[in-house]
């Protein structure tokens, strides 16, 4: 019994690597659960079996791609007493997995350049939503501890300096997923990162 369970939860792996794969390179769209099947060398009824269509698939798909960065976002909220440490750690991390970490790039593939987002997908929408207000609140709470301790000088609103972070991050993300010969985000890595200090106005 014990195995069977590994077995099916092996499949399942298989199946999510394999719509990943798909979702990030040929759209949501163009992605058939029969295409899925064959990249991920099984039958239609396996996926099936733990998703009910192509939709609850999706879902799962950005939930398991995404994992780290919510874990992220965890970790470096709970790291208020320190938040320029946070800050880095979270700018670094984000910069990294963006550079190393297929899934976690794939998940912004599908998200921002393969997927049309309508109604259709609310559950989707509602959760990439609530991902967004977590890590702009994080960075707010952060920013704001950092100015209380005198650690950025400004006389900017702590809010919109958090919707800055975002936004930055976002910019850059964006911008190498669309066209990755423009530069090497690996080699800019540690330009992104001074210049986000800039931008917060820390000395």
């Known amino acids: 019994m014990r195995r069977t369970k590994e077995d099916a ?11 990943l794969t798909l979702f990030s390179r040929d759209g949501y769209s163009l992605t058939t659960l029969s295409r899925i099947a064959k990249e991920a060398g099984c039958s239609r009824g396996p996926i099936y079996w733990h998703f009910q269509n192509k939709d609850d698939l999706y879902e799962a798909v950005l939930g398991y791609s995404q994992e780290p960065l919510e874990v992220l976002v965890a970790e470096c909220a709970a790291m208020r007493d320190t938040p320029i440490e946070a800050m880095d750690r979270f700018i670094e991390q984000w910069l990294s997995l963006l550079a190393n970490n297929r899934q976690y790039r794939q998940s912004f593939e599908i998200l921002l350049n393969k997927t049309e987002l309508t109604d259709a997908m609310s559950r989707t929408l ?28 400004t006389q900017e609103d702590p809010k919109e ?6 936004t930055y991050l ?18 800019e890595m540690p330009f992104f990162q001074r210049q986000f200090w800039t931008l917060l106005g820390k000395p």
Do not use: H, N
């Open 170 to 187: 976002m910019g850059i993300t964006q911008t190498w997923l669309f066209a990755p010969k423009l530069f090497s985000l690996k080699k």
């Open 161 to 166: 300096l958090g919707l800055l972070c975002y």
């Open 9 to 19: 939860e092996k499949t399942r792996q298989t199946v999510l690597e394999a719509a």
């Open 126 to 153: 509602k959760r990439e939503r609530a991902l967004t207000k977590s890590i702009i609140g994080m960075f707010q709470d952060l920013v704001g501890r950092a100015i209380e301790d005198g650690m950025i000088s």
